[in-house]
Nanobody, 121 residues
Framework: QVPLVESGGGLVQAGGSLRLSCAAS????????MGWYRQAPGKQRELVATITSGGSTNYADSVKGRFTISRDNAKNTVYLQMNSLKPEDTAVYYCNADLLFLGRLQSSDYWGQGTQVTVSS
């Protein structure tokens, strides 16, 4: 069972927008930081944005002013609103979260399976 499931990827023209969602499931006691990373073909996975449980955010310089990360703690869900998309934003986007499950003594880092975002020029 994959505790993180992403949705919302797809094909969009340059200048367009997409909204990614990532829902955490299971017997979750708490969620610490959540974030989005991406990996383009032939490149290493890189940070896009993170958000703490208190709502503090951090962005890669390449997406500042265009992407917005947010979370709904009641729904155990993190979002990534992507505006003014560029062809260089094309990548597989992965959700990441530090989850503490009921019955465990400490939290662990989890990854989603990824969702493809393709921006055409």
């Amino acid at each position: 069972q994959v505790p993180l499931v992403e949705s919302g990827g797809g094909l969009v023209q340059a200048g367009g927008s997409l909204r990614l969602s990532c829902a955490a499931s299971g017997r979750i006691l708490s969620i610490n930081a959540m974030g989005w990373y991406r990996q383009a073909p032939g490149k290493q996975r890189e940070l896009v944005a993170t958000i703490t449980s208190g709502g503090s955010t951090n962005y890669a310089d390449s997406v500042k002013g265009r992407f917005t990360i947010s979370r709904d703690n009641a729904k155990n869900t993190v979002y990534l609103q992507m505006n003014s998309l560029k062809p260089e934003d094309t990548a597989v986007y992965y959700c990441n979260a530090d989850l503490l499950f009921l019955g465990r003594l400490q939290s662990s880092d989890y990854w989603g399976q990824g969702t493809q975002v393709t921006v055409s020029s």
